[in-house]
């Protein structure tokens, strides 16, 4: 059979076959798509073609069969790494690469072991196409070009018209079943699901070329309606917590990936966060059962932006590589400017998250990395520093700093993959099918002890009493890859109404002395930090650009917005497109959702054009005003 002359463009024919099925198994095979509707299956199955045509396409302009067998490998070896590095990068994040990630590569180096854990020797299979593409060029023989040049550019130009009308027709089918996909989506799996992995990535270049312009362009003038919008929604303090802490100083400590199941809880038998659990009930802690993270791809750096501007993350990339020049009215330069020493301690290489830029902007006076600290022997973890010497010489750095200080303190230990060394495990792991939740409860009962360490040294060293101490986690630590072993431990099925219940992060604020310390069952995110912060301190906030409003405050809106469009309200949870009861978790009438829906788009797209166009340059908080083009208007 190899020994017949084949069609003229057999060689072309199968290197999209073969990229087309392999990227419609990659689908189905590594990402957790949901699918709800036959049309939204035949959408997946068709998505990648339209690309691949065009791509794939192009080689028919070359002239000899080698130039354009060399096109289709090196087109064909491009798009297998693209979608292989979607691959590994979902396996940690649960998310699609965008392009601001691509750029991060300073973090590279740091990413070394919850990298290597995503990546297996049975991969090669996403290179299949390669490989049969190499064997077609090899033992296949194909006709000799006999067709005149007219008839060639005759066939190019309706290959072409193939390629553009299939593209037209996946958009129509997808507009159908996701009406205003490209202009209200911040769903990246939405966007695979319906346009394509490849269109996808074409689609984020565009929309990442779009906010620079943004900058380019703007003139502050957006703002009048942002600032409406944001006093419209404005809370006022409470009074019985307004600068309940004002003068003292301020102790913010990030848990690395703690979310809010593990508290009170137990796994075989054993107690996970005993310190923790006590905080809970403890006469001067307000603990929040109901908080939320609302990071997005900068994970870490994402909460840090949340707690210092009270304006969400952008729906792809980081900030803090993104739009690290930008001017920020951030919860350290309000200290700083009522006298506060602001610092940032965390025992990482101060370029990782591209922080030691990025703290510049924030006006953060001292920022203490990993060269601040003595890592002795037995104390490095995969990522820096263990938590308990971490905390033990924070302390001690603190004791050094004039007061009142600002410090801000990011702990380490419990990160992907959540590996321990021996000495430090101090429960047995679970025994699920996933050593990453297996491992993670040892983690979090490390991170356990630290913080009482951390309080214990705080007391000895005399900072305790005049000091107020808050502790949120940061982001999720399990993913939804893993929810067949969080079903185990939890005993009931993973829905997203449970993803999204799953996104909580504990919340303390711990007064030394407040005597009326309770469980706060309000609902609440990490954009509501910077002004239950400031209000604690006794810091106005009624001119600030923020989203959030205090949680302790009689009229905050009890509405947490998630980067990806899901929402939490007091009476609901918005997810996978669905309206549950939040209290029972049964499916609710959307109508009871839909009210908001527009709300939390409106409220996202205010945000990122802040970011993108860097529109509080023009801005002054303390006046109250906008200076746009250099000429100061009052914002009413």
């Known amino acids: 059979m190899l020994k017949k002359e084949w069609p003229k463009h057999s060689i072309l024919a199968i290197a999209i076959i073969a ?9 189905k095979t590594s990402f957790s798509i949901t699918i709800d509707n036959a049309l939204q299956e035949f959408i997946l199955f068709i998505n990648p073609l339209s690309l691949v045509l065009f791509v794939y396409g192009l080689s028919l302009f070359f002239k000899s069969e080698k130039g354009k067998n060399r096109y289709l490998v090196t087109v064909m070896m491009i798009s297998s790494i693209i979608l292989y590095a979607n691959v590994a990068f979902y396996r940690f994040f649960s998310d699609f690469i965008t392009l601001p990630v691509l750029f991060q590569t300073e973090n590279f180096g740091d990413l070394g072991s919850s990298a290597s854990e995503s990546v297996y020797l049975s991969d090669v299979v996403y290179f299949a196409d390669i490989i049969i593409l190499l064997l077609a060029i090899k033992f296949i023989r194909v006709k000799a070009n006999t067709v005149k040049a007219i008839s ?7 290959y072409f018209i193939l390629s553009a009308a299939i593209l037209f027709f996946n958009l129509g089918l997808s507009e159908a079943e996701r009406p205003q996909l490209l202009t209200r989506s911040f769903d990246r799996e939405m966007l695979v699901k319906n346009i394509g992995m490849y269109n996808y990535h074409l689609y984020d270049i565009y929309i990442q070329s779009k906010s620079q312009a943004q900058r380019a362009l703007a003139d502050g003038s957006e703002l009048v309606e ?8 404005q809370a006022d303090p409470s009074k019985e917590t307004f600068g309940a802490a004002e003068g003292r100083n301020l102790i913010v400590v990030s848990l690395e990936s703690m979310q809010t199941f593990p508290i009170n809880n137990k796994v075989n038998g054993q107690t996970i ?17 109901n908080f939320y993270h609302q990071t997005g791809l900068g994970k870490t750096s994402d909460s840090e932006f ?3 501007n009270s304006l969400y993350p952008l729906s792809g990339g980081a900030v803090f590589f993104t739009h690290s020049g930008n001017t920020f009215n951030s919860l350290s330069e309000r200290l700083g400017d009522k006298g506060y020493h602001t610092t940032v301690q965390h025992p990482n290489a101060k370029s990782f998250w591209n922080r030691d830029m990025m703290y ?31 905390m033990e010489q924070s302390v001690e750095h603190m004791a050094e700093m004039p007061q009142p200080f600002y410090s801000r303190l990011i702990t380490l230990t419990n990160h992907h993959p959540f590996f321990l060394d021996e000495e430090d495990q101090f429960i047995e792991e679970y025994d699920s099918v996933s050593g990453t939740v297996n491992r993670y409860f040892q983690t979090v009962r490390y991170m356990d002890e630290s913080i009482e360490t951390l309080f214990d040294e705080l007391k000895a060293k005399g900072l305790y009493e005049n000091s107020v101490i808050v502790m949120y986690g940061d982001h999720y630590g399990i993913s939804e890859n893993h929810n067949e072993a969080m079903q185990q431990f939890l005993g009931k099925e993973i829905t997203p109404y449970e993803t999204a219940q799953l996104q909580r992060v504990p919340l303390f604020v711990h007064i030394p002395g407040y005597g009326e310390g309770h469980v706060n069952e309000e609902v609440g995110g990490q954009i509501d930090l910077r002004p239950t912060v400031l209000h604690l301190l006794g810091i106005k906030t009624t001119k600030d650009m923020q989203f959030g409003g205090d949680l302790f405050s009689e009229e905050h809106e009890e509405f947490v917005i998630f980067r990806d469009g899901r929402f939490i309200t007091d009476n609901n949870v918005y997810a996978g497109n669905v309206c549950y ?13 839909e009210p ?8 996202l797209d205010y945000s990122e054009s802040i970011i993108n166009g860097d529109l509080l340059r023009f801005y002054s908080e303390e006046e109250g005003q906008l200076q746009p083009n250099n000429q100061m208007l009052e914002i009413e």
């Open 19 to 27: 990229t087309w099925l392999k990227t419609y198994f990659v689908y």
């Open 152 to 158: 060639v550019s005759a066939q190019r130009k309706a």
């Open 226 to 233: 942002v600032n409406n919008y944001i006093r419209a929604n």
């Open 273 to 289: 966060t005993p310190f923790m659990n006590e905080l809970t009930k403890d006469k001067d802690t307000i603990y929040f059962p």
């Open 306 to 308: 949340l707690f210092e």
């Open 360 to 390: 510049e902007s924030l006006k953060v006076d001292e920022f203490l990395d990993v060269d601040s600290f003595e890592i002795g022997e037995g104390d490095a973890v995969n990522w820096g520093m263990k938590d308990i010497p971490f």
């Open 581 to 593: 009861d939040r209290a029972t978790g049964e499916e609710s009438d959307l109508a009871e959702c």
């Open 596 to 603: 908001y829906i527009d709300q939390a788009m409106t409220e």
